[in-house]
T-cell receptor, first 110, second 115 residues
Framework: GQNIDQPTEMTATEGAIVQINCTYQ??????LFWYQQHAGEAPTFLSYNVLDGLEEKGRFSSFLSRSKGYSYLLLKELQMKDSASYLC???????????FGAGTQVVVTP | EPEVTQTPSHQVTQMGQEVILRCVPISNHLYFYWYRQILGQKVEFLVSFYNNEISEKSEIFDDQFSVERPDGSNFTLKIRSTKLEDSAMYFC?????????????FGPGTRLTVT
């Protein structure tokens, strides 16, 4: 089975940096994904890590440590539109199901 | 940019009725999925589909649920006899093999309300 933990909510100021942590336990691992979900909308793909290390993509970066069962998503230069839920998701086999965490609600304040 | 589409955006039905939720995956994708999200809860996997057959299904996907790819473009989820607890947002997703990443792209969802 799989277990995914992430904080429920984080608040940060516009222009600042926020780091959202995700810890997991899993018997099989074939990738960790981060999705953004605005209220009432679909999850949208942000990043994918399958090897240890940092993946950078514009204002968003994601880090993975497989030995520690740990990932984080770093959001830089926060904008008001970044207020959303950020979902950590695990994939156990090569192309199959994603198991989602409960999501971290990020609130960006002026 | 290609995207997954879903119809209808909102479906209201009475308990015990059958509903069919429709999805058009991204055209060159080969792997298809249904997920659901009950209001305020996490996104839950229902079923994955490849090569015209179910690859994996969750405990939620019982005999009341079925999926079909009736033609080359549509992918449907049928709930045979809806229950109140089926009220949720249903998301279709699709992926391809690009780079071995199998990134899943989600449609906008169908909000199902069972009364």
């Amino acid at each position: 089975g799989q277990n995914i933990d992430q904080p429920t909510e984080m608040t940060a100021t516009e222009g600042a940096i926020v780091q959202i942590n995700c810890t997991y336990q899993t018997s099989g691992f074939n990738g960790l994904f981060w999705y953004q979900q605005h209220a009432g909308e679909a999850p949208t793909f942000l990043s994918y890590n399958v090897l240890d290390g940092l993946e950078e993509k514009g204002r968003f970066s994601s880090f993975l440590s497989r030995s520690k069962g740990y990932s984080y998503l770093l959001l830089k230069e926060l904008q008001m539109k970044d207020s959303a839920s950020y979902l950590c998701a695990l994939r156990g086999d090569s192309w199959g199901k994603l198991q989602f965490g409960a999501g971290t609600q990020v609130v960006v304040t002026p | 940019e290609p995207e997954v589409t879903q119809t209808p955006s909102h479906q209201v039905t009475q308990m015990g009725q059958e509903v069919i939720l429709r999805c058009v995956p991204i055209s060159n994708h080969l792997y298809f999925y249904w997920y659901r999200q009950i209001l305020g809860q996490k996104v839950e996997f229902l079923v994955s589909f490849y090569n015209n057959e179910i690859s994996e299904k969750s405990e939620i996907f019982d005999d009341q649920f079925s999926v079909e790819r009736p033609d080359g473009s549509n992918f449907t989820l049928k709930i045979r006899s809806t229950k109140l607890e089926d009220s949720a947002m249903y998301f279709c997703a699709s992926s391809d093999r690009t780079g071995g990443r199998y990134e899943q792209y989600f449609g906008p969802g169908t909000r199902l309300t069972v009364t």
